[in-house]
Nanobody, 115 residues
Framework: QVQLVESGGGLVQPGGSLRLSCAAS????????MGWYRQVPGKQRELVAT???????NYADSVKGRFTISRGYALNTVYLQLNSLKPEDTAVYYC?????????WGQGTQVTVSS
C-alpha cells in the first residue's frame, strides 16, 4: 500500500512564501507522475502543478510564475515552492502519485494566506 505524507502548510501573510513537501512510500519504478492539487470548501479539487517521471512540469495558469514544483533525487519526493502568495491561494493542498500500481492521494495540508 502506497502512502503519501505531506508537510509544510501553515499560515502566511500575502506576498509570503511556503514550501510543501510530499514523500511517497513504495517502489519508485512504478511512478508515472506526481503532483499537487488544492481544494476549498464547496469547490472541486483543482490541479496546481504536476511533474512527470522524466521531469516535465505543468502548472495551472493561476500559479504560473509564482509556484515551482520539483522532486527529490529519489523520485518519490516532490516539493512545491509557493511564492508571492495571495489570499485566493488559501486551500487544502493534496499530493497525488500516479503509477502503474495505482492512483494515490495524501491527506492534505492546509495553506492559509491572510493578514
Amino acid at each position: 500500500q502506497v502512502q503519501l505524507v505531506e508537510s509544510g502548510g501553515g499560515l502566511v501573510q500575502p506576498g509570503g512564501s511556503l514550501r510543501l513537501s510530499c514523500a511517497a512510500s513504495g517502489s519508485i519504478l512504478n511512478i508515472n507522475f506526481m503532483g499537487w492539487y488544492r481544494q476549498v470548501p464547496g469547490k472541486q479539487r483543482e490541479l496546481v502543478a504536476t511533474i512527470t517521471r522524466s521531469g516535465s512540469t505543468n502548472y495551472a495558469d493561476s500559479v504560473k510564475g509564482r509556484f515551482t514544483i520539483s522532486r527529490g533525487y529519489a523520485l518519490n519526493t516532490v516539493y512545491l515552492q509557493l511564492n508571492s502568495l495571495k489570499p485566493e491561494d488559501t486551500a487544502v493542498y493534496y499530493c497525488r502519485r500516479i503509477g502503474s500500481d495505482g492512483d494515490y492521494w495524501g491527506q492534505g495540508t492546509q495553506v492559509t494566506v491572510s493578514s
